[in-house]
């Protein structure tokens, strides 16, 4: 069976510094893994996605993941925080064989300080 | 990028009351959506998988007949929270996939707030 966890439930940064937010994943199958934003009381807007392509995935607005299989982990970076950045990021591997169905990680929020 | 419409917005009701959730597929048809709920400060949960032309199927400990789903067409599904209770109050969001996941990618809604009172 398929999963992700997110290391940290809360994560805060000054704006202008790095962003690191973590995320595992437990799959028996090469996985398609994601990483969603939602900003308060919205949808959710897909930052990146790993697709077994290349381990390392550019997404938007500046933010890009590695996908290490060894470590099982797909954690999402940005060199330099930005306050629009302030938001629930989530980590999301995709159920094999069941296409479209996806398994959410708790969810990681981001605070920016100015 | 695909655009997901989900209407309403927002959405009081009595409890006992029946509620219909809209999720639309606008500029591409979605064969398949999922219906998630996010209760506060938590994750998504996918309650359902709705398919055009079939009935919708429903992870474990969702009741079928609390929450009622029907995709009678490639561009629209609906979720119906019958005889809402407080406890069924949350964030309801839909999603719809473009191709395959690996070439393509969900699309999600603007979510649903239902507040049973």
């Known amino acids: 069976a398929q999963s992700v966890t997110q290391l940290d439930s809360h994560v805060s940064v000054s704006e202008g510094t790095p962003v690191l937010l973590r995320c595992n994943y437990s799959s028996s199958y090469s996985p398609s893994l994601f990483w969603y934003v939602q900003h308060p009381n919205k949808g959710l807007q897909l930052l990146l996605k790993y697709t077994s392509a290349a381990t390392l995935v550019k997404g938007i607005n500046g933010f890009e993941a590695e996908f290490k299989k060894s470590e099982t982990s797909f954690h999402l970076t940005k060199p330099s925080a930005h306050m629009s950045d302030a938001a629930e990021y989530f980590c999301v591997v995709s159920v094999w064989n069941q296409g479209g169905k996806l398994i959410f990680g708790q969810g990681t929020e981001l605070s920016v300080k100015p | 990028g695909a655009v997901v419409s989900q209407h309403p917005s927002w959405v009081i009701c009595k409890s006992g009351t029946s509620v219909k959730i809209e999720c639309r597929s606008l500029?591409?048809?979605?064969?398949?959506m999922f219906w998630y709920r996010q209760f506060p400060k938590q994750s998504l949960m996918l309650m359902a998988t709705s398919n055009e032309g079939s009935k919708a199927t429903y992870e474990q400990g969702v009741e079928k007949d609390k929450f009622l789903i029907n995709h009678a067409s490639l561009t629209l599904s609906t979720l119906t929270v019958t005889s809402a209770h407080p406890e069924d109050s949350s964030f309801y969001i839909c999603?719809?996939?473009?191709?395959?996941?690996?070439?393509?990618?969900?699309?999600f809604g603007e979510g649903s707030r239902l507040t049973v009172l």
């Open positions: 500029d591409f048809q979605a064969t398949t």
């Open positions: 999603s719809a996939s473009v191709g395959t996941l690996s070439t393509g990618e969900l699309f």
